[in-house]
C-alpha cells in the first residue's frame, strides 16, 4: 500500500490474507531494521533531526498546534524511528521518549542524539505491550509510526490509554484510510479507484526466495478508528486532513502533488482521554 519500502529490496509477490499479531511484528519489525539506513538518507533532511512532519505533505506540528503545550509534559512517542518527532518536542521544553520496533531505527536515534547534543531516552518495544506504568504520560503520539503496521489495533489504542493521565492526550496520523481504494502509485494511475473501501484483507509482502512474510499492513475505515478511540475512552476532538501544498514537488512512495490535488493521503486524528 501507501509505503516505499520496496524500493532495493528483494523481490516480493502481494497477497491479500488475514494475518495476526505475531506474523505481522516478524515481518515488520525486520523489516524496518532492513529499510531504516535507506529510509533515514532519503527522507532524514525532510524530517530534520529536530523535525517534527506529520506526513508527507509536510504539516509540521508548529503550523498544527496538534499536541498542545508540550512544556514541562511527559511526551510518549509510539513507533519514534530516529526520534526527530520527540527530539523537538525536548526542544520546546517537553519531556519525550521514543519507542520503536526496529533496533536500527533506535540506533539511528542514538546516532542523532550525538550530533544533535539534544538525546531521546528511547526504548525497543511494541505498540501492543507498552513497557510504562499506568498513567506515566500527559501526551502520547504517533506520527506515522506503528499504528498501521499492527494487527492488534485495540490492544495498542488500550495501550495508549493505559500508560495516559486522565484527560491526557492521543494523537496520531496514518495513510488516509480512502487511499485503500487506490494503487499505491503516485502517477494519474493511482487516482483510479481499483478495489473496495469496506475490504479490511491486510496488505501483505511476501519474499519470493524464502516464502516468509517480509511486509505487512493493515487497513481500517475512518468509522472503525472512532470505535477504537471511543471503545478505549477517548473522546475524538479534532481530525485533520492536510491538503498537498501548492510548490510541493516531494514523491514519497504513494504521495505526490498529482494525488495530493484530488485526494488526501494522511489523516491525523486527536482523541483526549476520558477523566
Request: some cysteine; aromatic content about 10%; glycine content about 12%.
Amino acid at each position: 500500500m501507501d509505503n516505499d519500502q520496496s524500493v532495493g529490496h528483494p523481490p516480493v509477490r502481494v497477497e491479500r490474507r488475514p494475518v495476526d499479531e505475531a506474523e505481522s511484528r516478524r515481518a515488520n519489525g525486520p523489516d524496518w531494521d532492513r529499510y531504516a539506513d535507506e529510509y533515514q538518507a532519503t527522507h532524514g533532511a525532510f524530517l530534520g533531526d529536530v523535525g517534527f512532519v506529520w506526513g508527507p505533505e509536510g504539516l509540521t506540528e508548529a503550523e498544527a498546534g496538534v499536541l498542545g503545550e508540550v512544556a514541562d509534559r511527559d511526551v510518549l512517542e509510539v513507533g519514534s524511528g530516529a526520534g526527530q518527532c520527540s527530539r523537538w518536542v525536548r526542544s520546546r521544553g517537553g519531556r519525550g521518549y521514543g519507542l520503536d520496533l526496529s533496533f536500527r531505527q533506535l540506533q539511528h536515534s542514538r546516532r542523532i542524539d550525538l550530533e544533535s547534543g539534544l538525546p531521546v531516552p528511547s526504548v525497543l518495544g511494541t505498540a501492543t505491550h507498552l513497557p510504562f506504568a499506568d498513567a506515566s504520560f500527559d501526551v502520547v503520539f504517533s506520527s506515522f509510526g506503528a499504528l498501521q503496521f499492527v494487527s492488534d489495533i485495540d490492544l495498542a489504542v488500550a495501550e495508549a490509554a493505559r500508560v495516559l493521565r486522565p484527560g491526557g492526550r492521543y494523537a496520531f496520523s496514518i495513510t488516509h484510510p480512502t487511499r485503500w481504494m487506490f494503487p499505491d502509485d503516485p502517477s494519474e494511475a493511482g487516482l483510479v479507484a481499483s478495489q473496495s473501501y469496506w475490504d479490511r484483507t491486510p496488505y501483505v509482502e511476501v519474499d519470493d526466495a524464502t516464502g516468509v512474510v517480509a511486509y505487512v499492513e493493515h487497513h481500517r475505515t475512518l468509522g472503525d478508528w472512532v470505535a477504537l478511540l471511543a471503545d478505549a475512552g477517548f473522546v475524538l476532538t479534532r481530525l485533520l486532513e492536510p491538503e498537498w501544498p501548492e510548490g510541493h514537488d516531494r514523491v514519497w512512495g504513494g504521495w505526490s502533488g498529482t494525488r495530493g490535488k484530488f485526494t488526501p493521503g494522511t489523516a491525523i486524528f486527536v482523541a483526549e482521554l476520558r477523566g
